[in-house]
């Protein structure tokens, strides 16, 4: 049995009042079409997305998935749309449908109905409302649905339905594939009903067997910003208890955002307020997060403090090392064991070796630095000529005096000493001092001017 899912995102969403598709906006930093094809390839199904408005765009949104992509170019309706994908359906295909602006459907409620699906019945996800208005009300003879009926099409009696339409269904590739051929748009709307082929499945004696959701946001629809921070705070806070349940302490679970996966987890993690985890974080044991930090790709290893507003992105920073506050961690950064990265240093493509520290006000760039190196204060990796990039490398034991700048390409030798203030525009030797220094002079005569 082949499943295949056809996910249903054409929708212009002129209420997101955005210039970006509405189902690439994002949820936990991650498009909502995207959740969408997610929750499909967890199913083990073949993914169709109809798309339309934002065309391009949304094509390349997700260059890392297999998407058969169909055109939708004019809005007819969820029918009409569907009926766009109909040439990549077979007879005895499971089909799903999905959509774009549904982000976090659940994926044990699909398998629930495809479990429930046959050649002799179609599964239906249906949901109970206080307030119906608007969706597609689910019309029942005695205890069997009969078919859906619009808000925009239904009488003063099937409007007090509280049962209504997800828009969330999956049944046989025959069966889509007949009813979709026989709509018409004969309604209030002028539009191709998806819903219509509840009635004609009906009729050609195939039982519509409902399912609901564990809860609402899963099939809850995004049509404005303050619908998606819903769904976002919603979700956000699945996040902050999955962390809690695995023992993370979180100073609070309100404020505090994942936008992304947390790949490993130690023990005795404490995070403080406003932290961001975004992309793929590895966190050991130990590990504190102080507040207002954003962390983006990165491994930090066990006993690691990163303290206040500091900013990593994909890096690892060594077990037992001290980062920030105000430390700003770039790409391509290796921080070895027991390190120390002060205020105001900001680092790149840089492997900084065990047991050493750039404690404050430091740019250090494209650099191999060994172990147990000081690097003082003001110290600057000038890595860059206008065009090309070049490589400071610095072996162990050295210590840079403060206000150095190391013109690269530049090697500082074991266990040399840099003098403060020294420009360093070859090489340094090993074990001893270099020095790039103006003499110091006192002139004893010299009187400052006066105003006249
Ligand atoms: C639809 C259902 C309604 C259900 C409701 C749940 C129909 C006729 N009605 O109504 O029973 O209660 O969803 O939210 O299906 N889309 C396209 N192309 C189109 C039209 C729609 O891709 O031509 C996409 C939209 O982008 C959207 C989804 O289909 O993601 C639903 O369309 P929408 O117009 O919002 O349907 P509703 O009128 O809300
Ligand atoms: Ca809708």
């Not at 806070?237 to 695995?246: D, I, K, N, P, V």
Request: charged fraction near 20%; hydrophobic fraction near 40%; include cysteine.
């Amino acid at each position: 049995m082949t499943i295949k899912t056809i996910i249903l995102a054409a929708g212009k969403g002129s209420r997101m009042k955005s210039k970006v598709p509405k189902v690439l906006h994002k949820l936990a930093g991650k498009p909502m079409l995207q959740w969408v094809v997610e929750a499909a390839k967890g199913l083990g199904s073949e993914t169709i997305v109809v798309y339309g408005h934002g065309g391009e765009q949304v094509k390349e949104s997700l260059p890392s998935f297999e998407i058969s992509w169909v055109e939708q170019v004019e809005q007819l309706g969820t029918g009409h749309a569907v009926q766009q994908a109909s040439g990549d359906i077979t007879a005895d295909d499971t089909v799903l449908i999905l959509y774009g602006d549904v982000p976090l459907i659940n994926q044990t409620t699909l398998q629930q109905m495809l479990s429930a699906c046959d050649d002799k019945t179609m599964s239906l996800l249906t949901v109970e409302l206080n307030d119906p208005t608007g969706y597609g009300r689910i019309v029942r003879q005695s205890t069997e649905v009969e078919k859906i009926v619009e808000q925009k099409d239904a009488c003063a009696e099937e409007l007090l339905i509280s049962e209504v339409n997800t828009g969330i269904l999956a049944l046989k590739g025959a069966l889509l594939t007949t009813c979709l051929a026989a709509l018409k748009n004969d309604n209030a709307q002028q539009e191709y009903y998806l819903t219509d082929i509840i009635e004609m499945a009906v009729n050609a004696g195939v039982r519509i067997d409902t399912i609901q959701p564990a809860n609402e946001f899963e099939v809850q629809g995004v049509n404005s910003t303050s619908q998606l921070n819903q769904l976002e705070r919603y979700q956000q806070g699945l996040y902050a208890e999955f962390l809690m349940q695995q023992g993370v302490t979180l100073a609070d679970a309100a404020r505090f955002d994942l936008r992304g996966e947390v790949t490993e987890l130690g023990t005795d993690i404490f995070i403080d307020c406003n932290v961001i985890l975004a992309g793929k974080i590895s966190l050991g044991s130990n590990v504190r997060i102080a507040s207002n930090c954003v962390i983006t790709n990165a491994v930090i290893e066990d006993n690691v403090s990163i303290k206040a507003h500091s900013v990593l992105d994909d890096c690892h920073i060594g077990a037992g090392s001290d980062v920030g506050p105000f430390a700003r961690i770039r790409p391509g950064t290796k921080l070895g064991c027991d390190t120390k990265v002060g205020n105001f240093v900001e680092m790149k493509k840089t492997n900084l070796g065990d047991g050493s520290k750039v404690s404050h006000l430091s740019y250090i760039g494209d650099a191999d630095i060994g172990k147990e190196v000081n690097i003082g204060a003001g110290t600057i990796t000038c890595n860059y000529d206008g065009v090309n990039k070049y490589k400071t490398t610095i072996a162990d034991g050295a210590f840079i005096g403060s206000d150095t700048q190391l013109v690269a390409p530049v090697s500082v030798g074991e266990n040399a000493t840099i003098a403060a203030g020294t420009t360093l525009t070859k090489d340094a030797p090993d074990g001893v001092l270099t020095l790039s220094r103006a003499k110091q002079m006192t002139l004893k005569n010299w009187k400052r001017s006066n105003k006249e």
